[in-house]
């Protein structure tokens, strides 16, 4: 037994199964940029950071600085009672960065699930009515109204309902279900005559209170909604006075090469949460949204004790400076570049290499089998390999590699983590993959 497994055998104690998605035996030490250093002392190049939460890289100086310093002024005092400066320049800061040119309110949290339970709260309260609108695929979090939004393991409703009511799940335009010959513009229109399917029968659309989408979805695959369907959405909800919310909890902040998702549809939401990467993944979180939505409810409808915490918000005014010094939603388009070359000419060399999507530093590949269906055996047993060789790598929907670097990983880390996949399919082309013993199930 290695440190790692000493100490996972100590915790399994103690841990719940419900705490943690199986991969392998690593505990981490420490990390640096886009490196992570285990317990035992290996090195390993993070394709996953964090899930997302670590865009600015691990232990950036200037956000550990930040912390360092406000924890030695003020740890906390809740902003529900009392503001601390910190925190209050924050949300003018974060108000300003958001898409659309219209006052806007912030409410801050602490995990992304309850600014998502925020979207859901606002909404009902702005517009008076009840249902929401989201979308297969989805995944928005593991609170009671975020895991109702939520659609991508039936671990997350299994046993625990029932589940907040009012919920609508519409069918995400994934490219996935594009039949085969079908045009982009014969699948949009399929995929919006579905989503039309429910006002026309049991669904009155004046009752309706929000719709929330991720522009591209994050643990659904890393697949972008059509431009053309999200523009039919949002004319919608303008349509039918709906309250349009996006979350950018994953690819918020310079992950898909542009500081948020929507700005790929250039739609500014009425709504917008964010977390993971905000404070560099220090646990906080924000409903960022049009001033009249945001004041439709009173206090004490939206606050936490420990949300708005002032080291957090140091760590977020430090991450927006270093995203902005370090150009990194530009690093996040051009690396990103790199790496879809990359994986467009593995595409090229492996069979079992399906479709590709990247934008930025934010990617999706699919491991498929010879009759292009999804190959979770395989994506297993890359993964296994990956690990191995000292890439942290996982899965989505069990055959999609989830590629997500922290945008600080540097030229020379990215092109040797990529050769290292390169490694992989090639062993795996070579069936000279075995998995450990415990390992042939991982992801959930
Ligand atoms: C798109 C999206 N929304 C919400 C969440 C939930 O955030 P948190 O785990 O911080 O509650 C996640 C987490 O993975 C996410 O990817």
Not at 349 to 375: C, E, H, N, Q, W
Not at 385 to 410: A, D, H, W, Y
Request: aromatic share 10%.
């Amino acid at each position: 037994m290695n440190k790692s497994q000493e100490i996972l055998a100590v915790e399994s104690e103690s841990l719940p199964s419900s705490s943690r998605i199986k991969y392998f035996d690593m505990v981490i030490d420490h990390g640096k940029g886009a490196l992570l250093y285990d317990v035992d002392g290996r090195e390993y190049i993070d394709f996953l950071a964090s899930a997302s939460s670590a865009n600015t890289g691990h232990c950036h100086p200037k956000v550990v600085a930040a912390i360092q310093k406000q924890a030695t002024q003020l740890i906390h005092y809740t902003p529900a009672y009392y503001a601390n400066p910190v925190n209050s320049s924050l949300l003018t800061r974060l108000a300003a960065l958001a898409p659309g040119d219209f006052p806007k309110k912030v409410a801050v949290g602490i995990s992304g699930s309850d600014a998502n339970d925020a979207m859901i709260k606002f909404s009902r309260g702005y517009t008076g009515r009840s249902y929401i609108i989201c979308f297969t695929g989805a995944y928005h979090g593991s609170t009671y109204g975020s895991i109702t939004l939520s659609n991508v393991s039936l671990n997350m409703s299994r046993k625990i309902g029932p589940l907040l009511p009012n919920v609508v799940k519409m069918p995400f335009p994934d490219s996935h279900k594009m039949l085969p010959n079908e045009s982009q513009e014969d699948f949009v229109a399929r995929m919006w005559q579905a989503f039309m399917e429910p006002f026309e029968t049991w669904l009155p659309v004046e009752e309706v209170a929000g719709v929330i989408i991720e522009g591209i979805q994050g643990d659904g695959g890393i697949i972008a909604c059509p431009k053309a369907y999200m523009e039919k959405l949002y004319a919608f909800t303008r349509t039918h006075g709906i309250v349009f919310a996006v979350d950018e909890i994953n690819q918020g902040f310079g992950r898909s090469g542009k500081m948020w998702a929507i700005d790929h549809f250039d739609i500014a939401p009425d709504l917008m949460s964010i977390g993971k990467s905000v404070a560099s993944g220090m646990p906080f979180s924000a409903l960022i949204g049009r001033t009249e939505i945001m004041e439709s409810l009173d206090a004490p409808a939206h606050v936490f004790t420990t949300a708005g915490n002032p080291v957090c918000a140091a760590a977020a005014h430090a991450t927006l400076d270093v995203i902005e010094e370090e150009k990194l939603v530009e690093r996040s388009e051009r690396l990103g570049k790199i790496a879809a070359r990359f994986f467009e000419r593995m595409q090229k060399t492996y069979d079992f290499v399906g479709d590709v999507r990247m934008y930025g530093l934010d990617g999706g590949i699919d491991i498929v089998s010879a009759d292009k269906t999804p190959d979770v055996a395989a994506t297993t047993k890359i993964i296994a390999e990956l690990f191995k060789l000292g890439v942290i790598m996982i899965s989505l929907r069990g055959n999609i590699l989830r590629f997500q670097p922290p945008l600080v990983i540097t030229d020379e880390q990215l092109n040797t983590g990529l050769s290292k996949v390169e490694q992989a399919f090639e062993a795996y082309q070579n069936n000279e993959i075995t998995l450990p013993k415990d390992h042939q199930k991982i992801g959930w």
